[in-house]
């Protein structure tokens, strides 16, 4: 079964509203996330790092201030996507990789769908 | 629901020996398909894709995928592996339409090249 949660699957907002993104590990303790993000057409993007307890490391590029990471707790990872426009239409997908553990996959997330109108 | 499978978790070649990944999908529809890698300390990187046209696909550092539909099969070749082949290869299947277009990963394969 799924290992790396991620909820919603689907999500329509209106411009200028804000979006909330979560990504959970649900049988391990995830001390580092990674968040995803992919154009149609086009590869994956990596956009962030999160870490938990402190600072997510975002790539060149993206902009901290409008795509908003909390890695509060071990199991959860939150993606925050301020002041949307439709431009930020995108697919937005969480992976994690189990601690500890030689050779373990990463695991993604089912990804989210948003579309701001 | 679309799904992907990786038959093999962790595979172990020498160097200069062939190298074929599987990968088997689910999906009645129209997919696009992908071979992501990620090498040890870093992050997924695209290997190739395919959209439409030749199912034969080229990528770099000399990979090709073959798109087989009969077979739901894209899996990965390499003719002579190297040392810095090493990395987990990740595939992936976007299929649907629209706003129902959705991305799938498989659970990945571990090559380890011998040198």
């Known amino acids: 079964g799924a290992v790396v949660s991620q909820h919603p699957s689907r999500v329509i907002c209106k411009s200028g509203t804000s979006v909330k993104i979560e990504c959970r590990s649900l049988?391990?303790?995830?001390?580092?996330m990674f968040w995803y993000r992919q154009f149609p057409k086009q590869s994956l993007m990596l956009m962030a790092t999160?870490?938990?307890?402190?600072?997510?490391?975002?790539e060149q590029g993206v902009e901290k201030d409008k795509f908003l990471i909390n890695h509060a707790s071990l199991t959860l990872s939150t993606l925050t996507v301020t002041s949307a426009h439709p431009e930020d239409s995108s697919f937005y997908i969480c992976s994690a990789r189990r601690p500890g553990v030689q050779n373990s996959p990463l695991h993604f997330g089912n990804g989210t769908r948003l579309t701001v109108t | 629901a679309q799904s992907v499978s990786q038959h093999n978790h962790h595979v172990i070649l020498s160097e200069a020996a062939s190298l074929e990944l599987g990968c088997n999908y689910s999906?009645?529809?129209?997919?696009?398909l992908f071979w992501y890698v990620q090498y040890p300390g870093q992050h997924l990187q695209l290997l190739l894709k395919y959209f439409s046209g030749d199912p034969l696909v080229k990528g770099i550092k000399g990979f090709e995928a073959e798109f087989i539909k009969s077979k739901f099969s894209f899996n990965l070749r390499k003719p002579s592996v190297q040392w810095s082949d090493t990395a987990e290869y990740f595939c992936a299947v976007n299929g649907g339409k629209g706003s129902a277009r959705q991305l799938t990963f498989g659970s990945g394969t571990q090559l380890t090249v011998l040198p």
């Open positions: 999906y009645g529809g129209t997919v696009n």
């Open positions: 999160s870490n938990e307890g402190s600072k997510a490391t975002y």
């Open positions: 049988d391990f303790q995830a001390t580092t």
